[in-house]
């Protein structure tokens, strides 16, 4: 995808969560450069502060962390369309807790989140779009995987997650979907199976 495809695809993307007018969208996108990762670079570190808020353009993204025996423990996987930001560091000014990683070679839009408060200390409407962003991204979509592994059984999770990554599930390593939905790759390898039946 080329740059300008790439912010047609923000574009939707930011229309999706708020009805910002020519000029609000214009100044925003003014703010993103296009950037490459190759497959396994980070896009951030545990440990760095995070600077940039991250607009998926193409591959597969995943937040997390190491348990003390040196396991990933996934937290996110973002796909095309998805805002990718460590929340808790931006908002209390910490270093990141998380790891952002490429799963594939991914494309992506890259403003820094000191230029996007910049402008919505003069735009309304930039600052709507960043308080829905905030509640899509991290409370909804976080919050609702969180009080998931607690709430539905492995099935309903497994289900739930083929649902909304349907189109990027191939891309996603069978490993990382289980470390997200916290359930075995046996399990994982039950489910899928029983799909393709």
Do not use: C
């Not at 939707?12 to 490459?36: G, H, M």
């Not at 998380?98 to 735009?123: E, H, M």
């Amino acid at each position: 995808m080329g740059k300008e495809e790439s912010l047609e695809y923000l574009r939707r993307a930011v229309y999706l969560l708020a009805a910002l007018n020519e000029r609000s969208f214009s100044e925003l996108q003014k703010l993103f450069t296009f950037r490459l990762l190759q497959r396994n670079e980070f896009f951030l570190r545990t440990g760095e502060y995070p600077l940039s808020l991250a607009f998926i353009d193409t591959g597969v993204v995943k937040s997390y962390y190491s348990d003390q025996q040196g396991r990933e423990i996934i937290r996110g996987i973002f796909v095309p369309g998805m805002f990718a930001m460590p929340l808790p560091a931006f908002i209390y000014r910490k270093p990141s807790f998380l790891n952002f990683r490429a799963v594939t070679p991914v494309t992506l839009l890259l403003a820094k989140f000191s230029d996007i408060q910049a402008l919505a200390n003069s735009d309304h409407s930039i600052r709507s779009f960043i308080r829905l962003l905030i509640d899509r991204e991290w409370i909804i979509n976080h919050e609702l995987h969180d009080a998931g592994l607690y709430v539905y059984n492995h099935q309903t999770r497994y289900a739930l997650f083929r649902a909304r990554y349907e189109s990027y599930i191939s891309q996603i390593p069978d490993e990382l979907i289980a470390s997200f939905l916290n359930i075995s790759l046996k399990q994982l390898e039950r489910f899928t199976h029983q799909k393709e039946m």
